[in-house]
């Protein structure tokens, strides 16, 4: 086989046999594949990509006569009808009966599952044709992870009644995790969310089936009912002041305060408390999905093994203090929420085994950011950060070291 001129004759040349397809599902999954290596080596927002890739093919190919041709047309049309020249396909002779179905499917279900901690929503929509020539009845899967705030993965398969009884299987089967039937206008604006800021990653999670799957993903999210339109964000402190206050006040009121025995503080220890907790409320807003008692040994993770050092500058007395703050109020916001004993204790053991790393990355400073470290080091050497000229001085003096410059 002669080697393909373009990207558009290489993916007509992987697609030469799609006439010999059973149904339309199939072809879908495929035309998904295909584009799916478009969508993973984007540089910019994938699934632009994908849309500019489809439109070019498209107009490429609008003279090629082939069976093969025709009919990947048509299924990348299906597939990505917001593309340039998509509404202009149309099914031909060439093609197979199935291409009739293409797209043709309606909602049989909608169904989200996770961990009862919050770190992860799977969202599950089972779909069937409108015809036994587009395939069997499939299900649509994709995981969020709200800890990175992203679709971390997408998957499409069959049979959904298999792979649905699977999942409340596993739910009933593990106190840990959940299980419920979902608004599919929800599924979607859940999904298509993430979606969006998965798509703008430099680089895309390396397990799973995010990228063969996408534009089938997002033409069967298509389907579903358009979300309840959302208030836009805003740029403010997504824990403002006023919530801190009283979030900081009832968790030194509550029995976890006192077993940590964090209630009682004495007054040298006081600015450390309190300087403890303002560092796990600004852990939970700097999360993409900010919840200040969404509390799990992944998040305890991120924060005690990661965050801390790279955002803030802890004296003795504040590294001393932050494991049983964290400990605290892991616990007390597991209670909050509901959580089982089970995850509340799985979250308390999980902070305890982490302390000695965090002990070793305060101790090393291997994780500080520039920024931080050049704090650390200024408290260090007894500057008053208060003061401008003081500050000057000390940057003029340390200069070409904190530059890296050796000249």
């Avoid at 020249?85 to 002779?93: P, Q, R, S, Y």
């Avoid at 979607?188 to 995010?210: N, Q």
């Avoid at 040994?297 to 203090?321: E, K, N, Q, S, T």
């Amino acid at each position: 086989m002669a080697t393909p001129d373009t990207p558009y004759d290489a993916v007509l040349a992987a697609a030469r046999d799609v006439t010999k397809l059973e149904c339309a599902l199939d072809a879908e999954m495929l035309g998904a594949a295909l584009l799916g290596s478009v969508y993973s080596v984007a540089e910019t927002d994938r699934a632009d990509a994908v849309r500019e890739f489809v439109g070019g093919f498209l107009s490429a190919t609008a003279r090629r006569r082939t069976a093969a041709a025709a009919t990947i047309r048509t299924v990348f049309a299906h597939l990505v009808p917001e593309a340039t020249g998509a509404a202009d396909v149309k099914t031909g002779k060439l093609v197979p009966a199935w291409a009739g179905q293409l797209g043709r499917v309606r909602l049989t279900g909608s169904y989200a599952y996770g961990d009862v901690y919050g770190d992860q929503t799977s969202y599950l929509a089972t779909f069937a044709y409108d015809d036994e020539l587009g395939g069997p009845e499939h299900a649509v899967v994709a995981l969020v992870d709200h800890n990175i705030g992203i679709t971390k993965d997408v998957f499409v398969g069959g049979p959904a009644e298999r792979i649905l009884g699977q999942v409340r299987q596993m739910c009933v089967n593990d106190e840990l995790t959940w299980f419920r039937e979902e608004d599919p206008g929800v599924l979607r604006g859940e999904v298509s969310r993430h979606l969006t800021i998965t798509d703008g990653l430099g680089e895309l999670p390396s397990e799973g089936s995010l990228a063969t799957d996408r534009a089938l993903v997002g033409a069967r999210l298509a389907v579903l009912p358009a979300p309840a339109s959302v208030q836009a964000p805003t740029l403010d402190d997504p824990i403002p002041a006023e919530r801190r206050t009283i979030l900081v006040r009832e968790f030194l009121a509550s029995a976890e305060a006192r077993r940590f025995g964090l209630d009682a503080t004495g007054t040298p220890d006081l600015a450390s408390l309190h300087f403890c907790l303002s560092l796990v409320l600004d852990h939970s807003a700097s999360l993409l999905d900010p919840d200040p008692l969404r509390w799990s040994p992944a998040v305890a993770g991120m924060f005690l093994l990661d965050w801390v050092h790279r955002r803030a500058v802890l004296d003795i007395d504040d590294a001393a203090m932050l494991p049983g703050v964290v400990r605290g109020w892991a616990a007390y916001a597991g209670r909050q929420r509901g959580l089982p004993a089970a995850a509340i204790t799985q979250t308390d053991d999980t902070i305890a085994e982490l302390v000695p790393e965090f002990v070793r990355l305060y101790t090393t400073g291997e994780r500080r950011s520039p920024a931080t470290a050049a704090v650390a080091q200024l408290i260090a050497d007894g500057v008053d950060l208060s003061n401008p000229e003081a500050l000057d001085s000390w940057i003029e003096a340390n200069r070409q070291r904190l530059t890296d410059d050796p000249s």
